[in-house]
C-alpha cells in the first residue's frame, strides 16, 4: 500500500524560533513517519514580498535548513528541496495562471491584509497577486494529499483546490484534491505575552545559547498583577507558565502553579526552573547544529539529493498536465 503525500513548504526567513518549532516543525518531523514527505524552501515565494531586498536571502535559506535538519527533519524519511531548484513550479504557475480569474485572487484576504500591513513596500505587482497561483502549482505538481499549514494559509488552499477543480474540469483528470491539515496546536507566546513573531522582537530561537535562553528568561513578562515577591499571582495569566507547560514536568507544572498562586515561590526561581528544563531540551538541537555549521556540504548534499527527487516527481505531473492540455 503505497503512503499519502504530504507536502508543505517555508518561506525562508533564516533561523527558526520556538513557536515555528512546535507550531510546525514538530507537526513535520512527526509526519515523516507515515507519510511519504516533501518538504520545500519557498524561496520564490519570499521574493513577492521582498523582491527589493534579496542580500539577506541565501543566508536565511541555510540558518533554516540547518534548524530544519538539527530538530530531526531527515533526508532519509522526507524529501526536502528548493522550490528555485525546480523550474517546473514556475511552468505550472504559468499554465495555470491562464485558467485563474483574477477576482479569485483579488479577493483572497491575504491579498488585502498584507497590502495593508506590510506598508513602506510596493505591493501591487502581478507576482503578489498571484501568490497563491505559485503555491497552488506548489501543491498541485506533486499530486499531494495533505498540506501542513497555518490557519492563515486556509484560503489559499482553498484557492489551490478550485483551480485544480477548474483544470480537471477544462481539461482531464490530473490533479487530486490537497486537504489542509492544521499545525497549530500550540500557541506560545512571546516573551512579552503576545504571540511569538520575529517582529515583535520577543522570540526564542532554536539557535539561542543557553546564556541567552536565561536572559530572555530573566527578563521576560509575567503575571502583571504580581508585583512584589508577596503577592500571590496567577500563573494561566504569565507567559512563564505557558512556556512550563511545554518543558517541565508534571510535578513541576503542579509546583509552580502552587507556588505562584500562595506566593510560595519568586519568579525568579520559577523561571530558573524553566531555563534550566528549555536548555537541557534544546541541547540536542544545539549539538547538532554545531555540527551542521562546520559542515554546510552536508547541507547542500541534502539539497542536491531532494531537489532531484522532486524534480522527477514534478516532470512526471507535468507531462501529464502537457497531454491533457494537448500542448
Ligand atoms: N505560503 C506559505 C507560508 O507563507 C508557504 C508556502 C509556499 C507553502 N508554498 C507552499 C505552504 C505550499 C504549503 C504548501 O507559510
Request: with cysteine; charged share 25%; glycine share 6%.
Amino acid at each position: 500500500m503505497s503512503k499519502e503525500r504530504v507536502l508543505s513548504g517555508m518561506r525562508p526567513t533564516g533561523r527558526l524560533h520556538l513557536g515555528n518549532y512546535l507550531g510546525a516543525l514538530k507537526n513535520w518531523q512527526q509526519m515523516q513517519e507515515d507519510y511519504e514527505c516533501f518538504f520545500f524552501v519557498a524561496d520564490w515565494h519570499a521574493l513577492t514580498t521582498d523582491y527589493a531586498n534579496t542580500e539577506e536571502i541565501r543566508s536565511n535559506i541555510r540558518e533554516m535548513l540547518i534548524d530544519w535538519l538539527a530538530v530531526g527533519i531527515d533526508p532519509e524519511k522526507a524529501t526536502i528541496f528548493i522550490q528555485s531548484g525546480i523550474p517546473d513550479h514556475a511552468v505550472l504557475h504559468v499554465l495555470l495562471s491562464m485558467i485563474t480569474p483574477i477576482p479569485w485572487l483579488e479577493r483572497c484576504p491575504t491579498y488585502k491584509e498584507q497590502q495593508q500591513q506590510l506598508t513602506g513596500r510596493d505591493l501591487s505587482t502581478y507576482g503578489f497577486l498571484g501568490y497563491p497561483v505559485l503555491q497552488s502549482a506548489d501543491i498541485l505538481i506533486y499530486k499531494a494529499h495533505k498540506v501542513p499549514v497555518g490557519i492563515d494559509q486556509l484560503p489559499h488552499l482553498e484557492l489551490t483546490r478550485e483551480i485544480g477543480r477548474r483544470f480537471n474540469h477544462l481539461y482531464e483528470e490530473v490533479f487530486p484534491e490537497p486537504q489542509a491539515i492544521h499545525t497549530e496546536i500550540l500557541k506560545l507566546p512571546g516573551t512579552d505575552g503576545r504571540k511569538m513573531s520575529k517582529s515583535y522582537n520577543n522570540c526564542i530561537y532554536l539557535s539561542d545559547s543557553p546564556d541567552t535562553i536565561w536572559e530572555k528568561i530573566r527578563t521576560m513578562m509575567t503575571d502583571p498583577q504580581r508585583k512584589r515577591r508577596n503577592d500571590p499571582g496567577d500563573p494561566e495569566l504569565s507567559p512563564v507558565y505557558a512556556y512550563h507547560k511545554i518543558f517541565s514536568s508534571e510535578e513541576e507544572i503542579a509546583e509552580v502553579a502552587e507556588g505562584c498562586r500562595t506566593a510560595g515561590i519568586g519568579c525568579i526561581d520559577c523561571k530558573k526552573i524553566l531555563s534550566e528544563n528549555m536548555i537541557r531540551r534544546l541541547a540536542p538541537i544545539h549539538e547538532k547544529r554545531a555540527v551542521l555549521m562546520e559542515h554546510p556540504e552536508e547541507i547542500d548534499a541534502v539539497l542536491e539529493k531532494g531537489t532531484a527527487a522532486a524534480g522527477q516527481v514534478a516532470a512526471s505531473t507535468m507531462a501529464e498536465v502537457r497531454t491533457a492540455m494537448k500542448i
